[in-house]
């Protein structure tokens, strides 16, 4: 807990970016103390509200919405807190792990002394507490849903990993199986990645367990009873909306071209496990021009085939395997999501990596002398040691809109959403001439069709006094999409900030008159 508390007090001092300059400033919801009683009866399912899938969520922001209103170190805070309780559920799920038996026979053929157990598991808490894939999540506080929905999941885990084996001597632990349906149930209510939880329980019961007792029947019946229930209210309640006025589409045209991007997605994620740069808010084609199908799809069957071997011949790493895949099937495109590719999306799946990180350096040290066994050590330290300074410096990316923006146009410069965010943060920095420039980038990439950038360009124009042109990249803004005739109906719906709200409403008023 500490290392990760340590490694990500830069982010203390950083602004609000991404999605939170929206969720936390612009709109009022969570600094509504009316909105409570909805929330905390998930009644918010049934609203046209950010976020309103994810009661758990909101809940969590808006506590820090009561407290520290929109001062940003408050929720940045949390999300610090959130990651180290992590990072020790981590260490404790995995010291667990390495306590089960590799094999059927029950025999667990050299693993080291106890003490050297522990080790292993703080440095698989270690590993996913440093490494720079998980800065994302933790430094953005709108992203706080993947460290709540990784909260409960491996709660859910441990909680049930702790259940006694069934025996007749033994007891049902109902206490204990019932924290583990309430467990899955605040997973799948901070984010629907958190299905994963019931089934990552019943995959433990699988492994290490194949007999029946009542504590868990009702472990992995209760915990996938909740969750389907929660899905099902999800979808069946979900509100005609405003914000999210258009439902995600596929990929591609066809579920075979889908399935060829998502295997070179993958891919990707596979490099950025292992070597994680360059690390980037808003990926896409240009992100994988390195990977085409034809390396991607052996990478990726490579590393399912070394999985499944690896999981037949050990029951633990098996479990590692599982704890990556099953978490990851959620945040797959097979079933359209909004954002196909992002380094959040790891924040689980780490701790599966972590895991098996462990089993392999049980396996190794096992055959080990202890003098090599500290020079492993030592490598291993140093290892951690380039990853944590790797997510300090990437928090200087997310400390302000402009740092990211201009990181993420840097990295993928074909993308028409990060030119757009760029001239938003410039125009906000006063460098208006910039601004221009990233707004009218941000049109070219998108083929002059997307509404947002000319309102970007509009914006600019008028900051350099040039009420002319201002006018007509509205006109243009205008006929792309009516909606932005009613600048406060733009907030309302979480389209535009308020400061561009009020800038357009101005040039609108000049242009009836």
Known sequence: ??????????????GFAYDSRMQVVTDPFLHDSGNWFDVVTWRVLGRDVLDNNRPVQLASLMLDAAVWGREPIGFHLTNLVLHAVNA???????????????APTGIVGSTPADPWRMLLAGGAGMLFAVHPLMVEAVAEPSFREDLLATLFTLTAIRLAGS???????DRPAWARAGAVV????LAVGSKESGIAAPALVAIWWWLFERRWRGDWILAIGGSSAVAGAFLAARFLLAPESEIFSSPP????GSLVETLSIQTRILALYCRLTLLPWPLSAEYGPWSLRSLPLALAGPLVAAALAAGSFWGWRDRRAAFGVALVVVSLLPVCNIIPIYKPLADRYMYLPMAGVAALAATAAEWALGRQTTTNRRWALGAALALLAILAAGSVWRQQV????????ESTARLNPQSALA???LAE???ESGRAAESRGAALASIRLSGEGWADPWVALTLAYDRLGEEGLAQQALGRALALDERLADPERCVARLAMHRHQASALSALLARRRN
């Open 398 to 405: 997310w400390r302000s809109s402009l740092a990211l923006w």
């Open 425 to 427: 943060a410039l125009l």
């Open 419 to 421: 030119a757009l965010g």
């Open 182 to 185: 309430v467990a899955a149930l």
């Open 88 to 102: 020790l559920l981590v260490c404790l799920v995995v010291d667990r792990l390495l306590a089960q038996p590799a």
């Open 1 to 14: 807990m500490l290392v990760a508390a340590a490694v990500y007090v830069p982010s203390l001092a950083s």
């Open 163 to 169: 259940l006694p084996a069934a025996s007749p001597g």
């Open 249 to 252: 589409a596929r990929l591609a």
